[in-house]
């Protein structure tokens, strides 16, 4: 199995995208770490895994938090192996007009989908570099991240942010064998999507993605998975675009697809 013995580490574990994430690492024989601010949520999960033969253990943790991303990953550590895998996929969506988003609003948007990535990422690379182990770092980022969304101008900054740092993180850390690339995910069905997803939003979706539909958290797992493995050893710095088709589609205006 592609993954039998690593140490893999999931944010945003609970639901959605995590949630699938970690079930296929898991199934593909990594020892998964689960990160969650809910912690129902990856109790259950990790419950269900350990039911189907796999290693897997639940961290509460406030990914916002300055000190989590250290001691969360200094505890994974030290009770199940120095983690080789990082999916930084925590992230939150707050909808408010540019000219009346309150600062907190925006400072909570960032700290939660960019500064995470950020701190976990560093956290890891630490122990990495220091241990002269070679790992993945997948990032979770969104077609938002090169096209507006309206409403959600701390989310496409904290997308858009995450991809220009990788590509830091991965020129850097490159010589220590770390990779590190980012998903892409067009519209995609999860917790955070579905109250979005009205039967109005759905069908306009549908009518704009070549591949007419919206994506299965699944589907964005695989990919994760890709850059995650060393199916992937020669990417580094990349992203790669999960999203039907959306974002390179160069119709013209009134194609319809569905």
């Not at 925590?90 to 990535?117: C, G, H, K, W, Y």
């Amino acid at each position: 199995m592609r993954f039998d013995g690593i140490t893999a580490v999931v944010t945003g574990a609970g639901a959605g995208i995590g949630r699938a994430t970690a079930t296929r690492l898991a199934n593909e024989g990594a020892k998964l770490a689960l990160i969650d601010i809910n912690q129902e949520s990856i109790d259950e999960l990790a419950a269900s895994l350990g039911e189907s033969g796999c290693t897997a253990n639940a961290y509460r943790a406030d990914v916002c938090s300055s000190d989590a991303a250290t001691a969360v990953i200094a505890q994974i550590a030290a009770e199940m192996g120095t983690p080789q895998v990082l999916v930084n996929n925590a992230s939150v969506l707050r909808l408010a007009s540019a000219a009346e988003t309150p600062l907190e609003l925006f400072d909570a948007v960032i700290s939660t989908n960019l500064r995470s990535v950020f701190t976990f990422s560093q956290a890891v690379a630490r122990l990495l570099i220091a241990a002269k182990l070679p790992g993945s770092i997948v990032n979770v980022s969104s077609i938002h991240a090169v096209i507006s969304e309206p409403n959600a101008s701390a989310y496409t900054a904290a997308k858009g942010g995450i991809e220009a740092m990788s590509r830091t993180f991965a020129s850097e850390w490159a010589s220590a064998g770390i990779r590190v690339n980012c998903v892409r995910p067009g519209a995609t069905w999860s917790e955070m999507t579905t109250p979005i997803y009205t039967k109005e939003i759905q069908r306009a979706i549908a009518q704009r993605v070549p591949m007419g539909r919206i994506g299965d958290a699944s589907e964005i797992a695989a990919g994760i998975c890709f850059f995650a493995s060393p199916d992937s050893s020669y990417c580094t710095g990349t992203t790669l675009d999960i999203d039907g088709g959306y974002i390179m589609d160069g119709s013209l205006p009134g194609t319809v697809y569905a």
